[in-house]
C-alpha cells in the first residue's frame, strides 16, 4: 500500500475528549473517527487490524468444529419476551418500532434467535452436539459512552452458542472454548486472565471473564499470590474461616448516639473500631425486604445477595422504604427486633463478632454489648460481602490481591434457561422430548484491538504484535526527490510484497522527521529507511518494540528480515 495513497488522518494534538492512552492512539493514528457519542467510524488501519483479529477468532473457533453464521440485527422484542429478558435487560437496550408498529430492538446479544433458530431446526440428538458463531455489530445504549471504543454504543462482537443433549457435552464444549479464548488471547499479545465472574443479565452458571491486565481497567480482578485462583471481585468468594462469637455476657443494651449516623462518626463517637460495628443495609429483593450486615470495616457485595436469593432484581432500599420498615433512618437501622417480614442475612465475619455496637431501628440510638450468635437467632449467615486485600483465597493458597482488568471475552454456561424459556427441545434416544442444554461464548473484538494497544504502546505511538499489525514492514523512502533513494524504496517495495510481506510504503513528498514520526505512530514491528546511504544499497532496519536499529545491504535484506521478524512478538 502507498502511503500517499491511503486514508489516515493523523492528529499531532492528544484529544481533549480522549481519557485513555488507546482512545487517543487510535484517533491520532487515524484508526478510526468519533461519528456520534460512542459510535465510530473505522478507517483502513483500523479495519485492519480488526480484520486480524477476526482471523485469528476464525481460525480457533473453527479448530473447535465452530461453524460461523450471521443472524440479523434487528430482532423481534417478542423473542425477548418469551426468554423474559426484554424488561429485565434495562435502558440499555435498544428499542424501535417498524412502520406497522411491530416492537424490535438491537441486539446486544442473540440469545434468542440462536435459540429460536435451533429449536426450528433441529429435533433429534443425532444432531447435537452444534456450536455456531457469529461476528457483527451490537448494539448497547450506554448512559455515558467513554474510553472510546471500551464502553460505547456499537461495538463489535464474535459470539458463540453451544447446543447439547448433556450436561457432560456441555462441559467439553466450554473447556473447547476456555482454550480457544486462551489461544486467541495469547496470538493477539496480551497479557490476560481468566477470572471466575458472575453471568449478569445473560443468566447461567460457571462463568469465566477472560480479563486483559491494565491500569485503566474498570474491573477489579482478586487473584491469589500463590496460585491460579482468580476472579472478578463481584463474584469473587470467601471462605466461612470465622470461628463463632461469645454466647455470653450481659443483654444488647441503647444507647444515644446524636449525630451518629456513619461507621466513622460511630466508630469516633464511641470508641470502638469500624470491626467491631454492625454494618446494616436495607434491599428489596424481589419485592420483598431483606436486612444485609456485615462488619463495618467491610462492604456488602449486592452481586451476592442476588445469588443468595438466585435474582437479578436487588435494589438499594430507598430513604422512605428504609423508615417504613424500620421505622428509622439508614444511619440507625439494625437488626435486633425486627419484624418477621424482614428477613436478616449477615456476612460470616458478623458471627465472629463479640460485643458489638448496631443501629437501634431509632433515629439517634444505636445497640451495645451485641453478641451476633446469641442475639440473631434467625439470621442466616453467608459469603455476603466484597473480599479485600489480604483476605485469604477460597482456595486455600495465599492470600488476595487487587489488580484492574479490561474485559475482553466472557463464556457461559446456560444450561435450559432458554430452551426452556423458547421451547428448544430435541428427542432423545427414547424418544423422550427433552429441553438442549446451551453454553454461551463472547469476545469483545472492538474491546480488544483497543486493549491491545493499551497493553502495547508508549509516548511516541502504537507498538503492534506483529499478528494484528495493520501491516507487516513500514518502507520509507526519505527524500522522494533523489534518485538514488527514489528507485531504491521502489526496488524494495516490489520485492517485499513479492516475498510475501504486507507493506506500507511512505513514498510521500514529507520531511523525513514527519515520516520518522508518522512511522512511529503508527507502529508497524518494522520499519525500513531508504536514507542517504541509498547509493550504497544500504538502508536502515529499526525493531519498533525495541527501538534497536541496525543498517543492512540489501543483498542481505531477505535473510536479514525472516531472522529478524520471526524473533518479532
Not at 225 to 236: K, Q, R, T
Not at 535 to 543: D, L, S
Request: charged share 25%; aromatic share 8%.
Amino acid at each position: 500500500m502507498r502511503q500517499q495513497w491511503l486514508f489516515a488522518p493523523t492528529l499531532r494534538d492528544v484529544p481533549a475528549d480522549a481519557d485513555i492512552a488507546s482512545h487517543q492512539l487510535m484517533l491520532r493514528a487515524g484508526l478510526m473517527r468519533q461519528t456520534a457519542a460512542g459510535i465510530y467510524s473505522y478507517l483502513p488501519l483500523g479495519a485492519r487490524v480488526l480484520e486480524k483479529i477476526e482471523t485469528i477468532v476464525r481460525e480457533e473457533m473453527n479448530a473447535k468444529e465452530g461453524q460461523e453464521l450471521l443472524m440479523p440485527a434487528i430482532q423481534p422484542a417478542e423473542l425477548w419476551e418469551e426468554s423474559g429478558r426484554l424488561e429485565d435487560y434495562g435502558p440499555e437496550l435498544v428499542r424501535l418500532n417498524d412502520r406497522h408498529g411491530r416492537d424490535f430492538v438491537l441486539g446486544p446479544t442473540h440469545e434468542e434467535v440462536i435459540t429460536s433458530l435451533v429449536r426450528d431446526g433441529v429435533s433429534s440428538y443425532k444432531k447435537l452436539p452444534m456450536n455456531l458463531y457469529q461476528i457483527q455489530t451490537k448494539y448497547r445504549d450506554e448512559r455515558r459512552p467513554r474510553f472510546g471504543v471500551l464502553r460505547s454504543r456499537e461495538f463489535i462482537m464474535k459470539d458463540a452458542y453451544s447446543f447439547d443433549a448433556t450436561k457432560d457435552g456441555l462441559d467439553e464444549n466450554y473447556n473447547k472454548m476456555y482454550e480457544a479464548y486462551s489461544h486467541i488471547f495469547s496470538r493477539c499479545g496480551l497479557d490476560f486472565r481468566a477470572v471466575v465472574a458472575d453471568s449478569g443479565a445473560i443468566g447461567g452458571t460457571d462463568t469465566h471473564e477472560f480479563m486483559v491486565l491494565s491500569d485503566i481497567g474498570e474491573d477489579t480482578i482478586a487473584y491469589s499470590d500463590s496460585s491460579s485462583y482468580a476472579a472478578n471481585l463481584e463474584i469473587a468468594e470467601l471462605p466461612d474461616l470465622y470461628e463463632a462469637g461469645s454466647t455470653e455476657g450481659p443483654a444488647a443494651e441503647k444507647i444515644q448516639t446524636p449525630n451518629m449516623k456513619t461507621i466513622s462518626e460511630v466508630s469516633e463517637g464511641l470508641s470502638v473500631t469500624p470491626d467491631q460495628i454492625i454494618k446494616s443495609v436495607l434491599f428489596i429483593v424481589e419485592g420483598k425486604p431483606v436486612l444485609a450486615l456485615c462488619r463495618g470495616d467491610h462492604d456488602i457485595n449486592d452481586v451476592k445477595i442476588g445469588n443468595l436469593f438466585k435474582t437479578v432484581q436487588v435494589e438499594t432500599a430507598t430513604e422512605e422504604e428504609v423508615r417504613t420498615y424500620l421505622a428509622a433512618s439508614a444511619g440507625y437501622i439494625g437488626p435486633l427486633g425486627v419484624s418477621e417480614e424482614i428477613e436478616v442475612v449477615a456476612d460470616y465475619a458478623v458471627r465472629a463478632m463479640t460485643d458489638a455496637v448496631c443501629g437501634a431501628n431509632e433515629d439517634e440510638t444505636h445497640y451495645k454489648q451485641v453478641q451476633p450468635n446469641r442475639d440473631l437467632p434467625s439470621a442466616t449467615f453467608a459469603d455476603i460481602r466484597f473480599v479485600q486485600e489480604g483476605d485469604p483465597s477460597p482456595d486455600g493458597k495465599g492470600v488476595i490481591q487487587f489488580a484492574k482488568g479490561i474485559e475482553v471475552g466472557h463464556v457461559f454456561k446456560l444450561g435450559t434457561k432458554y430452551s426452556e424459556a423458547l421451547g428448544a427441545q430435541f428427542l432423545d434416544e427414547n424418544g423422550k422430548a427433552q429441553p438442549i442444554i446451551m453454553g454461551c461464548y463472547g469476545i469483545g473484538i472492538s474491546r480488544t484491538l483497543a486493549a491491545v494497544i493499551e497493553q502495547h504502546h508508549d509516548e511516541d505511538g502504537i507498538i503492534w504484535p506483529k499478528s494484528v499489525a495493520p501491516f507487516d514492514l513500514h518502507l520509507l523512502t526519505l527524500n522522494p526527490k533523489n534518485e538514488e533513494q527514489f528507485e531504491l524504496g521502489e526496488q524494495l517495495y516490489k520485492e517485499l510484497t513479492s516475498q510475501g510481506y504486507d507493506v506500507l510504503f511512505d513514498d510521500r513528498k514529507e520531511r523525513a522527521g514527519v515520516k520518522f514520526k508518522d512511522a512511529d505512530l503508527y507502529g508497524l514491528p518494522l520499519r525500513i529507511a531508504c536514507g542517504k546511504r541509498a547509493n550504497e544499497n544500504i538502508v536502515e532496519v529499526k525493531v519498533r518494540r525495541t527501538g534497536e536499529v541496525e543498517e543492512v545491504d540489501v543483498s542481505e535484506l531477505p535473510q536479514y528480515l525472516e531472522k529478524l521478524y520471526q524473533t518479532c512478538m
